[in-house]
């Protein structure tokens, strides 16, 4: 146990100090040159070239404007400092969902610089999040642990299973393009209001807010690297999003919320009909066993990993 940590809200301030705790667990900053992955200095790096090595917190650029995002909506960035440095980050939202969370705190990011691991800091975090979750009145807290760092979650206390996910990619070469006559397309929420009562299919390796507040979250970086598309489908009680790989612009990762869990598999369909005619060749989707095995097992796709959900019920 270290006695000296401290824990506190991060303000602006924290950026670089955060940016140096990310940072420390990358071994080497590459870039592209000629088709080819050259090892290059940090400093070498543009900030979307950063941003390739983990997302925002790898650039102070990109960081204070994620930290800024977290603030002005309200959400719970915290920071445990030595002696005024920053040694740990930990990001908690908190939030609504149907189901087995309901209101719940998720924490997304929890990193510790990699000099001061295995010192207590980290837990020190957890147990500031789970304080602060009490003191919000969520009925749960929620993470999706690096498969590395399950243990560490179970010893602070967090050990239930919410969810077993699958991430699975669907091979879209012989599907068909939606008619996007066949379907009334129209904006994506903008307020949660009309996505607390959904069914969360997809990335459930987060929760429905959070993956909605993110969504509406915007880095200038992103625009030139990945393709995007978001919609809601009211006829069908759906809202999706469309989000390329960084690095893979043949490959969208699947949002996907339903008012009527009866209508998933027509979802599914116009998922797969959309991400086809906007020219992906497959569609990569986090969704848990049981939505796996009903309604996507029968796709022809590919398995790429299995994950677990943790949580802990505090009232
Ligand atoms: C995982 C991480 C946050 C842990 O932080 P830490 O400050 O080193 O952890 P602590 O010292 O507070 O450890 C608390 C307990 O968990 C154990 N523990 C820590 N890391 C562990 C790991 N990777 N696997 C198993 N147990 C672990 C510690 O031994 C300690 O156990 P003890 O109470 O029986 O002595 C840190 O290793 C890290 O930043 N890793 C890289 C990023 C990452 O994986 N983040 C989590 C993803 S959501």
Same mark, same amino acid.
């Given at each position: 146990?270290?006695?000296?940590?401290?824990?506190?809200?991060?303000?602006?301030?924290?950026?670089?100090?955060?940016?140096?705790?990310?940072?420390?667990?990358?071994?080497?900053?590459?870039?592209?040159?000629?088709?080819?992955?050259? !090892?290059?200095?940090?400093?070498?790096?543009?900030?979307? !070239?950063?941003?390739?090595?983990?997302?925002?917190?790898?650039?102070?650029?990109?960081?204070? @404007?994620?930290?800024?995002?977290?603030?002005?909506?309200?959400?719970?960035?915290?920071?445990?400092?030595?002696?005024?440095?920053?040694?740990?980050?930990?990001?908690?939202?908190? /939030?609504?969902?149907?189901?087995?969370?309901?209101?719940?705190?998720? @924490?997304?990011?929890?990193?510790?610089?990699?000099? %001061?691991? =295995?010192?207590? *800091?980290?837990?020190?975090?957890?147990?500031?999040?789970?304080?602060?979750?009490?003191?919000? !009145?969520?009925?749960?807290?929620?993470?999706?642990?690096?498969?590395?760092?399950?243990?560490?979650?179970?010893?602070?206390? *967090?050990?239930?299973?919410?969810?077993?996910?699958?991430?699975?990619?669907?091979?879209?070469?012989?599907?068909? /393009?939606?008619?996007?006559?066949?379907? =009334?397309?129209?904006? %994506?929420?903008? &307020?949660?209001?009309?996505?607390? &009562?959904?069914?969360? *299919?997809?990335?459930?390796?987060?929760? &429905?807010?959070?993956?909605?507040?993110?969504?509406?979250?915007?880095?200038?970086?992103?625009?030139? &690297?990945?393709?995007?598309?978001?919609?809601?489908?009211?006829?069908?009680?759906?809202?999706?999003?469309?989000?390329?790989?960084?690095?893979?612009?043949?490959?969208?990762?699947?949002?996907?919320?339903?008012?009527?869990?009866?209508?998933?598999?027509?979802?599914?369909?116009?998922?797969?009909?959309?991400?086809?005619?906007?020219? %992906?060749?497959?569609?990569?989707?986090? @969704?848990? !066993?049981?939505?796996?095995?009903?309604?996507?097992?029968?796709?022809?796709?590919?398995?790429?990993?299995?994950?677990?959900?943790?949580?802990?019920?505090?009232?």
């Amino acid at each position: 146990m270290c006695n000296s940590v401290s824990i506190r809200f991060a303000v602006l301030d924290d950026v670089k100090g955060i940016v140096d705790v990310y940072c420390s667990s990358i071994d080497r900053w590459v870039k592209r040159v000629n088709g080819r992955e050259v !090892e290059v200095r940090y400093e070498d790096l543009s900030v979307a !070239e950063r941003w390739a090595h983990g997302g925002p917190w790898m650039s102070v650029e990109t960081c204070a @404007i994620h930290l800024n995002y977290l603030l002005t909506w309200n959400q719970y960035p915290l920071v445990a400092l030595i002696d005024n440095r920053v040694v740990g980050e930990l990001e908690l939202y908190i /939030g609504y969902e149907e189901g087995l969370l309901g209101t719940h705190s998720f @924490i997304d990011v929890l990193e510790v610089h990699r000099d %001061f691991r =295995r010192r207590g *800091i980290g837990r020190r975090l957890v147990e500031k999040a789970i304080e602060i979750s009490r003191e919000r !009145e969520c009925e749960t807290i929620a993470v999706w642990p690096d498969p590395e760092a399950v243990d560490f979650y179970k010893k602070c206390g *967090i050990s239930d299973i919410a969810f077993r996910v699958k991430h699975v990619k669907l091979d879209l070469s012989s599907a068909k /393009g939606l008619d996007p006559e066949s379907i =009334r397309i129209e904006k %994506f929420p903008e &307020s949660y209001d009309s996505l607390r &009562s959904c069914t969360f *299919i997809a990335p459930r390796i987060e929760t &429905s807010f959070v993956a909605w507040i993110k969504s509406r979250w915007d880095y200038a970086v992103e625009k030139g &690297s990945i393709e995007y598309f978001e919609a809601s489908l009211p006829e069908l009680g759906v809202a999706l999003i469309l989000e390329s790989l960084w690095l893979n612009r043949g490959e969208a990762n699947l949002y996907l919320w339903v008012k009527y869990v009866d209508s998933l598999p027509q979802a599914v369909e116009v998922a797969i009909g959309i991400a086809k005619r906007r020219g %992906f060749n497959a569609l990569r989707l986090l @969704i848990s !066993e049981d939505v796996y095995r009903r309604y996507i097992a029968k796709y022809r796709h590919e398995v790429l990993n299995d994950y677990l959900v943790l949580f802990r019920r505090l009232r």
